[in-house]
């Protein structure tokens, strides 16, 4: 399996959406498609995304006569791009609004973590990038040279500043951060942070700093925050992660030592564990993983199933019918 086909099984990756980047720039073209009766609009509110709780969560698409009033009161509205000739936009409320009754009925606004498992992959890697940018805008409303206001253009993809003066352009970004497992031997280093829920760990994970490269950056997140020393750093895959605007860089590595020192405050526990003994210890409720949605779940995975694809699935699975 080869790097792009290890990242298009992440969450957040399979958006079959074309961008239509060129057209987006004519503001008379995006305006027609704003129009569109055939076009779909997805409500961000207080970060939230909107879910109808059926038998099987979905999100809500609003069509153009639900969503005139929002568009009117929108805090941003932004062209995701087209698929089978249906346009789809984002539109950002503020947190302060009230719910509109087009919307109230139509759902649940739910924390998009919440319900990415249960989200069929197009709908989640949709949402995922109508979060993401509905969130950039909201911390792009000013420029950050002079300080004054920002006006959106390119169907959301562009924000200029007013100020003749200035007319700074800024465009979205994504902050990259690196994420690797670790490993020596049969066993995986892994490690909490005192803010997470009771037994649950994961692997090491940081933002890559100025002027340094991805390798680097793993071999100093690894090292600051566990003492570990490692080589043989190699990309896995990547994934979007809107939460709020991170590109995770996956990566394993191999340990050249093994005594764990606690450095930087970053995590209150880390520990060297073999397969068995997460079996063990997932088995007697001491060891929670990270959520299946995550690249950082993935690379455990790989690293549980070598030889044997899927082990840790059926593993989980048995665990959660034993507990029934």
């Not at 990756?13 to 305006?31: D, F, G, I």
């Not at 995304?49 to 929108?74: K, N, Y």
């Not at 932004?78 to 947190?95: H, K, M, N, P, Q």
């Not at 570990?228 to 191999?254: C, D, K, N």
Request: charged share 25%; net charge negative.
């Amino acid at each position: 399996m080869d790097n792009d086909e290890r990242s298009v099984r992440n969450t957040f990756t399979a958006l079959a959406l074309e961008r239509a980047s060129r057209r987006r720039q004519s503001e008379a073209w995006v305006r027609e498609r704003l129009k569109d009766p055939t076009a779909r609009f997805i409500p961000i509110w207080a970060s939230n995304v909107l879910i109808a709780d059926e038998s099987r969560p979905h999100p809500v698409l609003l069509r153009l006569e639900e969503s005139e009033t929002l568009l009117q009161r929108a805090e941003s509205v932004v062209l995701l791009g087209e698929s089978e000739e249906r346009s789809y936009f984002a539109i950002g409320l503020t947190d302060s609004e009230e719910i509109p009754p087009s919307v109230a009925g139509r759902g649940t606004f739910v924390a998009l973590r919440a319900v990415a498992a249960l989200l069929d992959w197009q709908e989640a890697a949709l949402l995922a990038y109508a979060k993401a940018m509905t969130y950039w805008h909201r911390r792009n409303r000013f420029c950050g040279d002079c300080g004054s206001a920002t006006t959106s253009v390119h169907g959301g993809h562009l924000r200029v500043c007013t100020n003749e003066a200035c007319g700074r352009h800024h465009f979205p970004r994504t902050d990259p951060a690196i994420i690797v497992r670790v490993a020596q031997g049969d066993r995986c280093l892994l490690g909490r942070q005192p803010t997470w829920p009771e037994g649950l760990y994961s692997i090491i994970a940081g933002f890559v700093e100025p002027g340094e490269n991805l390798e680097a950056a793993v071999a100093r997140e690894v090292c600051e925050e566990t003492g570990i020393r490692v080589a043989g750093v190699r990309y896995h895959s990547s994934q979007p992660w809107p939460f709020p605007s991170s590109l995770m860089l996956g990566f394993t590595a191999e340990a050249t030592t093994t005594t764990i020192r606690l450095h930087d405050g970053e995590l209150e526990d880390a520990r060297w564990l073999s397969h068995d003994e997460v079996v063990a210890e997932l088995r007697a409720g001491t060891l929670r993983l990270p959520s299946e949605i995550s690249i950082s779940h993935r690379l455990i995975a790989d690293w549980f199933d070598a030889g044997e694809p899927g082990r840790l699935k059926q593993v989980m699975a048995s665990l959660r019918e034993e507990r029934r």
